[in-house]
């Protein structure tokens, strides 16, 4: 397997290589090309142009550009015979550009091809408690058995909450600065607009809302708003700024009939991280899922009482070794359901992109 990278930054270093470094998977060469030329990573061939990694026998091109650059990208990758390209997170950054992008994509050839990576789908823990589905690779504590699924239909849930809430630091100022999800040291680059925290991490959460709420049964219906948008001095976003990134923010809405809100925030403090969903059900009991510092935790709460299951590993890990590639990927088992997820990761972004011209006007 060859494996291709558009973009050496922070996301590749600190989570794809060290996740392929885990995975045992047939990987002959990792080729590599970045527009800094000093940009190099341990064990990625680098090639000296775009063109040039593009002319290479690539099996997987893996577009880990910052979001605005993922479109120019994937056109010139579209244009070559590689068989199989993942965008990371959003898939564009743009409402313009989601417009050619799905211009691109109703091209017979070429929506197969692509598939838009996040990383819901190796985390169904809630969905695994809701469906009463809890096999492996989810491991029990203690007395956790489920006689039955705690939601047989949607009328089952009152709503569900998603959370980002992310540590962070403080610089020499005593000012609030994000650090490396994977690393927790100090994260160097300055966000700026469209990449706060409504795209860039609202992505995450959402997917996983949808995706959990799709497969018990829902539809694509998705509704929202912006009830609060924060800086990262935790001041509002005003009208006309399309430079600062938000670095907090609530949103709300409804998700195929089910009341929804989304708390997100890369500068909760030192210490604080939440990252998953919880889903509250009309006879009192939670489904709830976040990560813990090994891996996941999945809970079905009903007062007191707790049952429990984990799943230790780095997302990146379970998402790269059992969806994107190897024998089992998703392009391999249900290929027709790589445009199908797209487009489903496109509709979100469109809708967050979408709350940003609300929020800062039309840009």
């Known amino acids: 397997m060859n494996i291709g990278f558009v973009g050496l930054g922070a996301v590749v ?16 060469t990792l080729w590599g090309y970045d527009v800094n030329a000093q940009r190099t990573l341990p064990g990625v061939t680098r090639c000296d142009s775009l063109a040039a990694l593009l002319a290479k026998p690539i099996d997987t091109l893996c577009i880990t550009t910052a979001s605005l650059q993922h479109l120019s990208v994937l056109e010139a990758a579209l244009s070559t015979p590689i068989p199989r390209i993942v965008v990371e997170k959003p898939v564009v950054a743009t409402l313009g550009q989601i417009s050619r992008l799905r211009s691109l994509l109703s091209m017979p050839e070429n929506a197969p091809r692509v598939l838009a990576l996040d990383h819901w789908m190796a985390r169904d823990g809630a969905l695994r408690v809701a469906q009463g589905k ?29 959370f980002l809430l992310e540590p962070s630091g403080f610089n020499a100022a005593g000012e609030p600065i994000a650090l490396n999800f994977a690393t927790g040291e100090p994260d160097t680059r300055q966000f700026r607009h469209p990449d706060g925290v409504i795209v860039d991490v609202g992505t995450h959460v959402l997917a996983m809302m949808r995706e959990t709420v799709r497969y018990l049964g829902g539809s694509d219906e998705l509704q929202l708003k912006v009830l609060q948008a924060k800086d990262r001095l935790g001041r509002p976003i005003s009208i006309g700024d399309t430079e600062t990134a938000e670095g907090e923010a609530h949103l709300q809405g409804m998700l195929s009939g089910l009341p929804v809100n989304l708390w997100l925030n890369k500068y909760a403090g030192p210490g604080v991280e939440r990252k998953g969903i919880r889903i509250t059900l009309r006879d009192g009991r939670i489904i709830s899922q976040n990560r813990s510092p090994g891996g996941e935790r999945a809970e079905l709460i009903a007062g007191d009482s707790v049952m429990s299951w984990t799943r230790e590993g780095a997302v990146y890990a379970h998402c790269l070794g059992e969806h994107i590639f190897g024998a089992n990927s998703l392009f391999a088992r249900a290929p027709q359901e790589v445009a199908r997820l797209t487009q489903r990761r496109i509709a979100e972004v469109e809708a967050l992109l979408q709350l940003q011209q609300e929020l800062r006007g039309a840009h």
């Open 13 to 28: 270093e600190t989570a794809w290589l060290p996740a392929l470094q885990r995975l045992s998977l047939p990987v002959s």
């Open 134 to 162: 809890m096999d492996k690779p989810w491991l029990a504590e203690g007395v956790a058995a489920l006689s039955e699924p705690p939601v047989f239909s949607l009328d089952d849930i009152v709503g569900i909450d998603g």
